[in-house]
């Protein structure tokens, strides 16, 4: 069974929103990740890749390789599925009530504009259990809050298993904080996506962190830098 007709006959899906934020080596492995979407993907995607402010805009790079429609987030943009937003660099991305794109120019918040904690705590507010979080590679601790405002809203909540990540402090700031649902690899957050999680329970808060999540990562972990891409 292709993506696509996978797609079309699942109807438990229980996501309107996956939020994805990504710093040190996101940009490779969002590479990897966002081309196995199917363009009937049920959910909207946004996503928070921390860069400099000089850097051309990220939809250019993944939109020829991707089925699903890729496109660079616009204020009062109406959110979609099947549509992946990418924060433009130098500004917020956040989801307003009326399920809108905003975009801001306040202060950097972890040091960062866009910032992840951003976009996932403007999401859990406005998607509530209807929103799913996944946090990848990254130097910083942004991310963290906004998984837990996902966590506490009722959403799900997915992480990188540090072991695989460029840089571990991002993904084991959320684990650490016990706001985690599931620590998987790179290669299972796509096939998961691509065939629509199909999982026993996705929002499940008794679910403990994957056993691998701490181990062989404490000398990685010392040596990573609070710097971004």
Request: proline share 7%.
């Amino acid at each position: 069974m292709s993506d696509s007709e996978s797609v079309s006959t699942r109807t438990d899906w229980p996501f309107d929103a996956v939020v994805i934020g990504a710093s040190a080596g996101g940009v490779e492995l969002l590479g990897a990740l966002l081309p196995r979407l199917p363009a009937a993907f049920p959910s909207a995607v946004l996503i928070v890749q921390h860069l400099r402010a000089s850097t051309r805009a990220l939809y250019e790079l993944y939109a020829p390789r991707c089925a699903i429609r890729v496109c660079e987030a616009a204020d009062k943009q109406p959110i979609e599925a099947g549509t992946v937003y990418f924060a433009p660099p130098d500004y917020h991305l956040l989801v307003e009530a009326d399920m809108t794109c905003a975009l801001s120019v306040d202060d950097p918040v972890q040091y960062s504009r866009p910032s992840i904690d951003v976009l996932f705590e403007s999401a859990a507010w406005a998607y509530r259990s209807r929103v799913l979080g996944i946090l990848l590679t990254g130097a910083s601790d942004d991310g963290a809050a906004g998984m837990t405002a996902i966590r506490n809203a009722g959403g799900a909540t997915w992480a990188q298993l540090p072991s695989t990540a460029r840089s571990v402090t991002m993904p084991l700031s959320a684990i650490s904080r016990g706001v985690v649902d599931e620590v998987l690899t790179p290669d299972d957050i796509a096939h998961r996506l691509a065939h629509l999680c199909a999982t026993p329970d996705l929002t499940d808060n008794n679910i403990p962190p994957h056993p691998d999540a701490r181990a062989g990562t404490t000398e990685q972990s010392k040596g990573a830098s609070h710097r971004h891409e």
